[in-house]
Nanobody, 117 residues
Framework: QVQFVESGGGLVQPGGSLRLSCAQS????????MAWFRQPSGKEHELVAN????????YYPDSVKGRFTISRDNAKKEVYLQMTSLTPEDTAMYYC??????????WGQGTQVMVSS
């Protein structure tokens, strides 16, 4: 089973930027989309971006479109999320995983993003 280790979170002021990284413990298969999810405190996981294996197909919900950019380096087995123009509404624990999620997804420890002045 693939395991994920997320990093790069932190405390940032509104309008700031962060770059999250996700390292995968095993090589994902060629057909895997990868995605970033976030879980605000007390809420469910929500999708914030996904990307295909080649990296030429991406999806963002309206809440982050134009501010977040997902990318991947298959040779390094890493996925990234560049976040700009952050707002307090982006405060959450951020996770990466395959997409779509399996029926019983295994989550990493996540990386906390807090946007506050």
């Amino acid at each position: 089973q693939v395991q994920f280790v997320e990093s790069g979170g932190g405390l940032v002021q509104p309008g700031g930027s962060l770059r999250l990284s996700c390292a995968q413990s095993e090589r994902t298969t060629n057909h895997y989309f990868m995605a970033w999810f976030r879980q605000p405190s007390g809420k469910e996981h929500e999708l914030v971006a996904n990307i295909n294996w080649v990296g030429d197909v991406t999806y963002y919900p309206d809440s982050v479109k134009g501010r977040f950019t997902i990318s991947r380096d298959n040779a390094k087995k890493e996925v990234y999320l560049q976040m700009t123009s952050l707002t307090p509404e982006d405060t959450a624990m951020y996770y990466c995983n395959t997409f779509p999620l399996p029926s019983h997804p295994a989550w990493g420890q996540g990386t906390q993003v807090m946007v506050s002045s």
